[in-house]
């Protein structure tokens, strides 16, 4: 049977993920507030992110924006923004 959660993200209940993807209290309080369709949403976003900002998964500070940016979009009702983006549809 799916596990059914709340979703923050989409203010709906809909199916939970089947176990925690991130570590930690963070990975926890998405396990349990965010739904299978917000976290692909994210995903979606998470790679635009590393792909226009050119980040580096080495790098501290770059994961620290990624997590930053995860937490505006899921919990915050936050969307990602990059600068100078066009989506294909507007070019």
């Known amino acids: 049977m799916t596990r059914m ?3 923050q993200r989409l203010k709906k209940e809909a199916p939970g993920m089947a176990f925690q ?3 930690g209290e ?4 998405i396990f349990d507030n965010i739904c299978q369709e917000a976290w ?3 995903q979606k976003k998470q790679t635009m992110l590393i792909n ?3 980040l580096n998964m080495m790098n501290a500070e770059h ?5 930053t940016e995860m937490e505006k979009y899921l919990f915050e009702d936050g969307d990602v923004q990059i ?5 294909p549809s507007e070019k």
């Open 83 to 87: 600068e100078g983006y066009v989506p």
């Open 40 to 42: 692909a949403e994210w």
């Open 63 to 67: 994961r620290a924006l990624l997590q």
């Open 5 to 7: 959660v709340f979703c």
């Open 21 to 23: 993807l991130v570590p």
């Open 52 to 54: 226009e900002k050119k």
């Open 26 to 29: 963070l990975g926890k309080r």
